[in-house]
């Protein structure tokens, strides 16, 4: 049973290592800004409501943000544990995903924080555009992206550290070194994978 956050500002490499990780500890990896992007892709009523909030680079309301975990959290996948990428963003956020987990008899065991410095962030995002052209990759919403971070995602890090919960990994080099990092991290918590997959 692991139950892992993961947390970083925009460009860190957060989804890169929640795949990583969620293969080699055999849980699903939850990443809000994929079920938003899937729902806009495909013009869900969901979709069209968030798709305003992403293009813009602000969140999308937390009560739309937290029924969607809410449901999320309870398939039968996630009984065994599950690695959340970019959920929480908000202390409101914080609140609700400690709800399901009393009410679900559970904790957290860790919450990972990736870094990486703005230039390094602004660089590969923008790489990320060039290659991918997500809507919200352009200079101007990234630079407001970077701004919301700061303002209402990196107070989290103090209410996770206050629990003591945080491991911050250095997110700059190559995509192995840093899941080697992670990987690390965790096993000096105890945390081991049970299967090599990497
Ligand atoms: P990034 O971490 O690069 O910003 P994500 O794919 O995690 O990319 O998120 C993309 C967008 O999806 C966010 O800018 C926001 O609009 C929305 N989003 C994702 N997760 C949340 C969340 N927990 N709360 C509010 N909005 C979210």
Redesign the pocket.
């Known amino acids: 049973m692991t139950r892992l956050l993961l947390i970083g ?3 860190a490499g ?2 890169t290592q929640a795949e990583r990780l969620a293969l080699a500890f055999d849980v699903p990896a939850i ?4 079920i ?2 899937y729902n806009v892709t495909n013009n869900t009523p969901l979709g069209l409501e ?1 798709k305003s ?2 293009d813009a ?6 009560s739309l ?1 937290n029924a969607i975990v809410a449901d999320r959290l309870k398939e039968a996948d996630a009984a065994n544990g599950f690695l959340l ?6 202390t409101d ?1 914080v609140a609700e995903l400690d709800r399901l987990l009393v009410s679900g008899g559970t904790q957290l065991d860790v919450v990972v924080l990736i870094t990486a410095d703005t230039d390094e962030v602004v660089a590969r ?1 923008l790489k990320r555009a060039a290659e991918q052209g997500r809507a ?1 990759d352009t200079a101007e919403v990234i630079r407001h ?1 970077l701004d ?2 700061a303002e209402q995602t990196a107070p989290l890090i103090d209410v996770y550290s206050a629990r003591s919960l945080v491991v911050t990994i250095d997110g700059l080099g190559a995509v192995e070194v840093v899941t080697d990092r992670i990987l690390a991290a965790l096993a000096e918590r105890g945390l081991r994978p049970d299967s090599s997959t990497l």
């Open positions: 500002p925009p460009g957060k989804g990443s809000t800004g994929d938003f992007r968030v909030f992403m680079g602000a969140y999308v309301p937390d943000t990428d970019g959920y929480p963003r908000t956020q995002l919200d992206r919301v971070y």
